[in-house]
């Protein structure tokens, strides 16, 4: 590979990562969704509340949890296919950035927020 290729060939793989990252967010939103649906389906109110209260009890809570769990627990498979698949392409890239000298790392958006890559986080000086 010529070294004017190398960024454009980082681009891609980030892309792809980005992607896959994507794909983790959308399944882990939707199967939360999906638990809440389910628990308000299952645990009806029969008691009202005013508006300002809120009708989510912490059994509810509970009941939103073990929900979750079974659908994590079924759709385990595909999550950790994909985590796999977000870390190879991760090492691909950091390896990438290795051995072309490339020291600017993109920062990296997750449902949480911007992350600070590895180099990020490693070096610097922490001032108080």
């Given at each position: 590979?010529?070294?004017?290729?190398?960024?454009?060939?980082?681009?891609?793989?980030?892309?792809?990562?980005?992607?896959?990252?994507?794909?983790?967010?959308?399944?882990?939103?939707?199967?939360?969704?999906?638990?809440?649906?389910?628990?308000?389906?299952?645990?009806?109110?029969?008691?009202?509340?005013?508006?300002?209260?809120?009708?989510?009890?912490?059994?509810?809570?509970?009941?939103?949890?073990?929900?979750?769990?079974?659908?994590?627990?079924?759709?385990?498979?595909?999550?950790?296919?994909?985590?796999?698949?977000?870390?190879?392409q991760q090492?691909?890239?950091?390896?990438?950035?290795?051995?072309?000298?490339?020291?600017?790392?993109?920062?990296?958006?997750?449902s949480r927020?911007?992350?600070?890559?590895?180099?990020?986080?490693?070096?610097?000086?922490?001032?108080?």
């Amino acid at each position: 590979m010529r070294i004017s290729d190398v960024p454009a060939a980082l681009d891609r793989m980030e892309v792809s990562a980005a992607e896959t990252r994507a794909c983790l967010d959308a399944i882990d939103r939707r199967l939360r969704q999906q638990a809440e649906a389910e628990t308000i389906i299952h645990r009806p109110k029969s008691r009202y509340f005013h508006r300002q209260m809120s009708r989510w009890t912490g059994s509810d809570e509970r009941e939103y949890q073990r929900i979750l769990a079974a659908l994590m627990e079924r759709a385990g498979a595909e999550i950790d296919r994909l985590c796999r698949r977000l870390a190879r392409q991760q090492a691909a890239i950091l390896a990438m950035r290795r051995k072309y000298r490339v020291n600017e790392a993109r920062p990296q958006a997750s449902s949480r927020g911007w992350q600070a890559t590895e180099e990020e986080e490693g070096g610097g000086v922490r001032g108080g």
